[in-house]
T-cell receptor
Framework: TQLLEQSPQFLSIQEGENLTVYCNSS?????LQWYRQEPGEGPVLLVT?????EVKKLKRLTFQFGDARKDSSLHITAAQPGDTGLYLC???????????FGRGTSLIVHP | SQTIHQWPATLVQPVGSPLSLECTVE??????LYWYRQAAGRGLQLLFY??????ISSEVPQNLSASRPQDRQFILSSKKLLLSDSGFYLC????????????FGEGSRLTVL
């Protein structure tokens, strides 16, 4: 079973629309990261959330960590074609060197 | 600032041939190092990780091996490639005291024919 479940798996939207991507687990994480990956490149770290209920904003991207530190969401406002990519969430549990990755949400924003 | 590089970027190899992918990190010391494989642009499968020179942990038993001959060098190898070894391989590093944040290399696309 996948420790971190991401939904939706695929998302195809028009420029200017809003969207939310979810990352859910039954486990508690000491921190959770979001990455964006473009085809043929390595994932790039967008944000880390640590505190339950924490909200972080990165321009049009808003990240939220659940109160119980078991889930997270990524909201994009007024999506642009440059937002196209694979969005991955990953969580680290206390004392582990190994982050666990979700399977990703593939986003396509059409101009 | 810290940088990570892996090479080669693209590799086409026949079945049964050897493999060596190399990764180096600059600007930090004693990093945790990781090798991941990614199939079809989806999630990442952890292959190996290392918390120090000569210390390698394998997550998935398979046809591959890893070595860390120097503090900031991580090598992924195979003696005989299988068709199933094809994929996108990613090297990554994290700070020793905080494994949560990973910084990835550019990736290596391996095609086994």
């Amino acid at each position: 079973t996948q420790l971190l479940e991401q939904s939706p798996q695929f998302l195809s939207i028009q420029e200017g629309e809003n969207l939310t991507v979810y990352c859910n687990s039954s486990s508690v994480f000491s921190s959770l990261q979001w990455y964006r990956q473009e085809p043929g490149e390595g994932p790039v770290l967008l944000v880390t959330v640590v505190t339950g209920g924490e909200v972080k904003k990165l321009k049009r991207l808003t990240f939220q960590f659940g109160d119980a530190r078991k889930d997270s969401s990524l909201h994009i406002t007024a999506a642009q074609p440059g937002d196209t990519g694979l969005y991955l969430c990953a969580g680290a549990r206390g004392g582990s060197y190994i982050p666990t990755f979700g399977r990703g949400t593939s986003l396509i924003v059409h101009p | 600032s810290q940088t990570i590089h892996q090479w080669p970027a693209t590799l086409v190899q026949p079945v049964g041939s050897p493999l060596s992918l190399e990764c180096t990190v600059e600007g930090t010391s004693n990093p945790n190092l990781y090798w991941y494989r990614q199939a079809a642009g989806r999630g990442l499968q952890l292959l190996f990780y290392s918390v120090g020179i000569g210390q390698i942990s394998s997550e998935v038993p398979q046809n591959l091996s890893a070595s860390r001959p120097q503090d900031r060098q991580f090598i992924l190898s195979s003696k005989k490639l299988l068709l199933s070894d094809s994929g996108f391989y990613l090297c990554a590093w994290s700070r020793t005291s905080y494994a949560g944040e990973l910084f990835f290399g550019e990736g290596s696309r391996l095609t086994v024919l």
